[in-house]
């Protein structure tokens, strides 16, 4: 997530580095993600299961870098409406982020598992696999940002720096509710797949 902080005190030159750093890497994303999509659309002959799981990791993909694109041309225009791209505009792009992310991290897994079948078992997985895979990588993520949201811990902290990292994407034990024992089940889960999956 890039929701940086307008009040802390960040060199200009680290500050103009990250966005001129996070502008190409997410265009590079979003060009490689549609340049995948554009070769399965057009090439019947390679749409095996394999092809299938990466197109929708893709998919998954050009979500996390749209999200981090959004948010940095966003940050250059906070002035006109500043509550809103502090508040509503951060959590809401933290949401998306993280949530692609762990779709991103689930898809990989899940393409990981069949290439380690189909060569080491000489096993050739179906249609059920490819199904079984997507439904859990695309809802079990929103359940866990679902919580999440609903315990305001998407977002950025007002002492957080300006930057990405994993941490800058969920805000852990600050929401205005008591946290439960499925608060901190969701904050495990963010702390732990958000190291492994929010690269910015």
């Not at 949530?99 to 069949?114: E, K, Q, R, W």
Request: hydrophobic share 45%; net charge positive.
């Amino acid at each position: 997530m890039f929701c940086p902080n307008s009040t802390a005190a960040v060199d200009q030159v680290e500050e103009s580095n990250v966005l001129v750093t996070s502008v190409v890497s997410c265009i590079l994303s979003i060009i490689g993600a549609v340049i995948i999509l554009l070769t399965y659309y057009c090439m019947e002959s390679i749409r095996n299961t394999t092809r299938k799981l990466v197109t929708v990791l893709s998919v998954a993909d050009f979500i996390t870098s749209a999200g981090f694109l959004s948010a940095t041309v966003a940050q250059q225009y906070t002035s006109v409406n500043k509550p809103f791209f502090d508040t509503i505009y951060c959590e809401l792009q933290s949401a998306v982020t993280t949530y692609s992310s762990m779709v991103s991290f689930f898809l990989t897994v899940a393409i990981a598992g069949y290439l380690f079948f189909a060569i080491t078992r000489n096993a050739v997985v179906g249609k059920g696999f490819y199904l079984a895979s997507n439904i859990v990588s695309w809802i079990f993520p929103g359940i866990i940002i679902g919580v999440a949201l609903q315990y305001k811990m998407l977002g950025r902290a007002t002492s957080d720096p300006i930057g990405t990292g994993p941490g800058a994407g969920y805000v852990v034990m600050t929401g205005t509710k008591q946290p439960k024992t499925v608060h901190c089940f969701t904050c495990y889960l963010l702390e732990n797949f958000g190291k492994s999956v929010v690269t910015f």
